[in-house]
């Protein structure tokens, strides 16, 4: 029933952009490990740890990705990753909300990557919460 209104290609597919997001999203704005300032700027979240970190969830996405409807839990936590991502961005932005376009002159790559990196988190959590709706409640059905 759920798969018959949303074929099961665009959710796998949704996992895979998740992950892209995550893997390609450090290696662009990060330019490989080797932008010192996008740590700096938070470096508990974006230390060379933190950027490894965010990858794995991304490759974790992508592990599941095909059989999503049967890991309602494990999805339902990748929404409450997203959304602590989420919260950490508005308050980062609330902190430095008048720097940062003093931080476009300086790195154009970094004042975007924080200017948008939490409503693509937002986004992704809420695919994921829709997800994992549907299969615990694929699960109350079967």
Do not use: H
């Not at 508990?44 to 049967?70: E, H, N, T």
């Amino acid at each position: 029933m759920f798969y018959a209104k949303y074929p099961e290609s665009r959710i796998v597919k949704g996992f895979w952009f998740a992950g892209a997001y995550n893997i390609f999203g450090v290696l662009v704005f990060s330019k490989f490990f080797t932008n010192s300032l996008l740590s700096s700027l938070d470096p508990a979240v974006f230390s060379w740890f933190g950027l490894i970190a965010i990858m794995l969830w991304g490759f974790a996405y992508c592990s599941v990705a095909k059989s999503c409807q049967s890991v309602p839990y494990l999805v339902l936590v990748f929404f409450v990753e997203k959304m602590i991502y989420t919260i950490t961005w508005l308050k980062w932005l609330a902190r430095n909300w008048s720097t940062l376009p003093s931080l476009f002159p300086e790195s154009p790559l970094t004042a975007l990557f924080y200017s948008v990196y939490g409503a693509g988190d937002f986004i992704f959590g809420l695919f994921f919460l829709w997800v994992a709706i549907k299969g615990f409640q694929k699960r109350k059905i079967a």
